[in-house]
């Protein structure tokens, strides 16, 4: 046998970019090959560029783990481990706007910009009290509706929004977080010996340091931090 391992390509900071033979390469493939590999199994990475399709997909057993954004919201197929690395989101504004924390953006008259489907935007559809949420299908297209529609807030991982400044001139980044995407691993509800196993993988691979190793390798230590 071999492990199916599901990855969402497209998360930059969790996979990096592809080998010379096309392998995927990064944070996330290299954990899933340390589980493949302390189970004694080669691994076979399942390539996905939509989550929803992903966490569909357990259903139909396209896959035996998956390294994904941990979300209530997602979890209706899927059991998730504790997470592994987080990722601060933020929300970008105009230079000009008078909004000055992630708190204050929530309040009556504010809309925000969100990726459609994006875990931090299933956050902000549970959590905003007085703003309104608008989603969009695609960064670039949310990048576009923010700035044609004089939208007051854009929501983003901060890492993604501070790479993709050129693409937004005439903002800033607020301080702080409004909350952390939560990577982890996850395998197919019902598994219990399975997800035991890589319940215990995960833990080890944090506390071994094995997670800040491969953080560093692959250059994103900046922009991932390692939930205690």
Same mark, same amino acid.
Request: with cysteine; proline share 4%.
């Given at each position: 046998?071999?492990?199916?391992?599901?990855?969402?390509?497209?998360?930059?900071?969790?996979? /990096?970019?592809? /080998?010379?033979?096309?392998?995927?390469?990064?944070?996330?493939?290299?954990?899933?090959?340390?589980?493949?590999?302390?189970?004694?199994?080669?691994?076979?990475?399942?390539?996905?560029?939509?989550?929803?399709?992903?966490?569909?997909?357990?259903?139909?057993?396209?896959?035996?783990?998956?390294?994904?954004?941990?979300?209530?919201?997602?979890?209706?197929?899927?059991?998730?481990?504790?997470?592994?690395?987080?990722?601060?989101?933020?929300?970008?504004?105009?230079?000009? /706007?008078?909004?000055?924390?992630?708190?204050?953006?929530?309040?009556?008259?504010?809309?925000?910009?969100?990726?459609?489907?994006?875990?931090?935007?299933?956050?902000?559809?549970?959590?905003?009290?007085?703003?309104?949420?608008?989603?969009?299908?695609?960064?670039?297209?949310?990048?576009?509706?923010?700035?044609?529609?004089?939208?007051?807030?854009?929501?983003?991982?901060?890492?993604?929004?501070?790479?993709?400044?050129?693409?937004?001139?005439?903002?800033?980044?607020?301080?702080?977080?409004?909350?952390?995407?939560?990577?982890?691993?996850?395998?197919?509800?019902?598994?219990?010996?399975?997800?035991?196993?890589? /319940?215990?993988?995960?833990?080890?691979?944090?506390?071994?340091?094995?997670?800040?190793?491969?953080?560093?390798?692959?250059?994103?230590?900046?922009?991932?931090?390692?939930?205690?």
């Amino acid at each position: 046998g071999k492990l199916r391992v599901a990855l969402n390509m497209r998360n930059q900071l969790l996979v /990096s970019g592809k /080998s010379a033979s096309g392998e995927p390469e990064g944070l996330a493939p290299s954990m899933g090959a340390a589980f493949a590999e302390k189970l004694g199994v080669p691994v076979e990475y399942i390539q996905y560029d939509s989550v929803p399709k992903l966490a569909d997909d357990a259903v139909e057993d396209k896959w035996d783990v998956a390294m994904i954004g941990a979300d209530p919201d997602r979890a209706e197929h899927v059991e998730f481990t504790a997470p592994y690395c987080q990722i601060e989101a933020t929300y970008a504004v105009p230079t000009t /706007s008078g909004l000055r924390t992630c708190a204050e953006v929530d309040k009556e008259g504010v809309r925000i910009a969100g990726c459609a489907g994006a875990a931090y935007v299933l956050w902000l559809e549970r959590n905003l009290k007085h703003a309104k949420l608008e989603k969009v299908e695609g960064h670039d297209e949310t990048y576009e509706y923010f700035s044609e529609n004089g939208i007051e807030a854009l929501a983003g991982l901060r890492s993604k929004l501070k790479k993709d400044g050129a693409k937004r001139p005439g903002t800033r980044l607020l301080p702080g977080k409004f909350m952390a995407v939560e990577q982890a691993a996850c395998t197919k509800k019902g598994r219990v010996q399975g997800f035991k196993m890589l /319940s215990e993988f995960i833990e080890e691979a944090k506390t071994s340091g094995l997670v800040k190793q491969l953080m560093q390798k692959y250059k994103v230590d900046k922009d991932l931090t390692i939930p205690s």
